[in-house]
């Protein structure tokens, strides 16, 4: 039997809307495979209990069914679904990377991106590659219909996931069909500045790249306490505050020092409004590692 570990990964950072993407160190799903007539799914770990393990419905089942690669699949899900964490993307890109060992296929990673995809459409309607492609590649990646560009870098982070869901679905509804050029201008400029700052390894220039005024203010609404958690996080020190995903995950960039002191202070600003919430200290990591 092969295992695969798949990172969870933080998609958008603000500016960079369905094309940006980081793999996180942790948490992390971890999934084992071996070969067999028919694709079967057991799942087990974080709101395992909410994710269908009918292969139609479920991330894996579209990948093994891309690669004609069909097998026994357990999940341990380290990820919890619906998170903004890109959970459903971790067991995708789990499969994938793992299938395309076992039956000796021979993509490379890059090639492994798209395929790992079909998973995201089977949840979303839509086969966009931000969570994906953090996930196989790690580091931070760029993903367009050209391709990915990856480069390793090494930004510490906190994601903070409160006890709210929020379907990926429901937040793509509320993203606006149009945006203004003074914005457009802002967001490259954003964009620009986040992707120097993940080449320098430099948080400051990476939390300033992760302001935008386009998509993340239309799903912030569905995040109750987003506002006073982003801006708790910036007083204790953050340089950069955002939706990860499509939430309602709340992620910061930081110095390593203001790590510690920013994670307790987004807890203390969620249950401050009656909310539950989990935090990650973590940083920028590796992609999916077979053993
Ligand atoms: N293997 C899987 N792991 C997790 N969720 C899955 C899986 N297969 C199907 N799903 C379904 O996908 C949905 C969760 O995916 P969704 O994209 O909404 O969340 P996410 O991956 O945590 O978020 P984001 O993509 O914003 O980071 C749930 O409805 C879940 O049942
Ligand atoms: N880019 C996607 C990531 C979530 O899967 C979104 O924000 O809708």
Known sequence: MLTVRAPATSANLGSGFDVFGVALERPADVVRLEKADRVTIEMTGAGSQYIPEDPEKNTVGAVADALDAPARIQIDKGVRPASGLGSSAASAAAAAVGLNEL???????????????????????????????????????????????QVDADIPLVACLPDIVVSTRDARNVVPETARVDQMVETVGNAAALTTGMHRDDPELVGRGMHDTVVTPARAKLIDGYEQVREAALAAGATGVTISGAGPTVIAACAEKDRRKIASTMLDAFGERGVDARVYQTRIGGGAEVF
């Open 103 to 149: 039956y000796d296929r021979g993509y490379s990673r890059e090639e492994l991106v798209p395929i790992a995809a079909k998973g995201e459409a089977v949840v979303s309607g839509d086969a966009h590659d931000d969570n994906v492609a953090p996930s196989i590649m790690g580091g931070f990646t760029i993903a367009t219909d050209k391709g990915v560009t």
